[in-house]
């Protein structure tokens, strides 16, 4: 059965610096896809970042890139240049590719707050 | 554009009350359509999906039911409320392929009293 890891309940960062959220995963399937969402205050869940398992490259948006170590079964999210607006809770999700459900199952989260 | 609605944002109800949550997606067509419940501080927990209409399947097992009368309309249902139901009730949809967005509701802050 599919599983996503994510270690740190918090994370501290000084504005301007980067910042690793880490995630592992676990799956038998040889297709699947590793996504990042952010989630406000206000609850709202916001798309960042997603990694194929067939993607050589790793994926990069903007200030967030995705640190994919298939043989380790990592996914860590970097955020480069931290903004007092970063503070939120960060959700590492994996979806399987041998399922037409299209199931995202999340891990636990980690609350990154930004420090002025 | 897809968008998708959800409502209501807030509601407190009391133990025993039934229950009626619904979600709409505009601009696409046979969606996959996800309920998941978050508790305070918690990662997001799968409760129900549904590939097509009509088509329900559950993750786990609760006081809680869904239905899908259309396409584009996913209701989450219960008969009686428990306090354990509390919760943020976050609908989403996506498309069936790997890579596919998946793009969430505005979520409902449910507090059962």
């Known amino acids: 059965a599919q599983k996503i890891t994510q270690t740190q309940p918090g994370m501290f960062v000084q504005e301007k610096e980067a910042v690793t959220l880490d995630c592992t995963y676990d799956?038998?399937?040889?297709?699947?896809?590793l996504f990042w969402y952010k989630q406000p205050s206000s609850g709202e869940m916001i798309f960042l970042i997603y990694?194929?398992?067939?993607?050589?490259q790793n994926a990069t948006e903007g200030r967030y890139s995705l640190n994919f170590q298939k043989a380790r079964k990592s996914a860590n999210l970097v955020i480069s240049a931290s903004q007092l607006g970063d503070s939120a809770m960060y959700f590492c999700a994996m979806r399987e590719g041998s399922s037409n459900t299209g199931k995202l199952i999340f891990g636990q989260g980690t609350t990154l707050q930004v420090k002025p | 554009s897809q968008t998708i609605h959800q409502w209501p944002a807030t509601l407190v109800q009391p133990v025993g009350s039934p229950l009626s949550l619904e979600c709409t997606v505009e601009g696409t067509s046979n969606p996959n359509l996800y309920w998941y419940r978050q508790a305070a501080g918690r990662g997001l927990q799968l409760l129900f999906y549904?590939?097509?209409?009509?088509?329900i399947s559950s993750e786990v097992p609760q006081n809680l039911s869904a239905s899908r009368p259309q396409d584009r309309q996913f209701i989450l249902s219960s008969k009686k409320l428990l306090l354990s139901d509390s919760g943020f009730y976050l609908c989403?949809?996506?498309?069936?392929?790997?890579?596919?967005?998946?793009?969430f509701g505005s979520g409902t802050r449910l507090t059962v009293v």
């Open positions: 990694q194929g398992s067939y993607d050589e």
């Open positions: 799956t038998s399937d040889q297709s699947y896809g």
């Open positions: 989403a949809w996506s498309t069936g392929q790997l890579g596919g967005g998946y793009t």
């Open positions: 549904s590939v097509g209409i009509g088509q």
